[in-house]
C-alpha cells in the first residue's frame, strides 16, 4: 500500500474533484445500506451536502465507518457531520461545493435556511483506483 503521491492525487482530482456521484455504503446492525451520492474530492476526502436528520447520517452517527465506491475506485473512511452548511467555520468549503454544484444546488432541493442542511466530510483512510490497467492501493492516512 502506498500514500496519497503526486501521481494518485491527479487520479484523484482529474475523477473526483468536480461534481460526481459515487456510492456511500453504511451499515446500521449488522445491515449494509447504500446509496449514491453527489459529492466532491479534496485532499483526501468527499464533500457532500445532505440532511443532517436523513437515515444516511443517524446511521454514520452511530457507525462513523462507511465505504465508497465510484469510477473504479473503492475505499473505507470515516463519515463526520460538520453541521450546517452556512455556519461560519464551514464557509471556505461551502463556497466550493456552491461552485462545484452550481448547476442544481438552488433547484429547489435544498433548504440553506434549515439548520439541518448540513456538509457531510468523508475522510477516506484506504482506497484502491484503476487506472490504465493498473491497480493501486493507497493509504490516505500515510503522511
Not at 455504503?25 to 436528520?53: H, K, L, M, Q, S
Not at 460538520?82 to 448547476?103: D, Q, T
Amino acid at each position: 500500500m502506498e500514500k496519497l503521491n503526486e501521481k494518485t492525487k491527479q487520479i484523484m482530482n482529474e475523477r473526483f474533484g468536480k461534481d460526481s456521484i459515487i456510492a456511500l455504503a453504511t451499515v446500521e446492525n449488522g445491515v449494509p445500506y447504500v446509496r449514491n451520492v453527489d459529492a466532491y474530492y479534496e485532499n483526501g476526502a468527499f464533500y457532500v451536502i445532505t440532511y443532517g436528520i436523513s437515515a444516511k447520517m443517524k446511521q454514520i452517527k452511530r457507525n462513523p465507518v462507511v465505504a465508497v465506491a465510484g469510477e473504479w475506485f473503492t475505499a473505507h473512511g470515516e463519515g463526520v457531520n460538520m453541521g450546517y452548511f452556512g455556519k461560519a467555520e464551514n464557509s471556505e468549503i461551502a463556497e466550493k461545493l456552491k461552485n462545484v454544484f452550481a448547476e442544481w444546488i438552488d433547484n429547489g432541493h435544498n433548504d440553506f435556511s434549515d439548520v439541518n442542511t448540513c456538509i457531510l466530510q468523508i475522510r477516506l483512510t484506504d482506497g484502491v483506483i484503476l487506472s490504465h490497467g493498473t491497480r493501486i492501493e493507497i493509504d490516505f492516512t500515510a503522511e
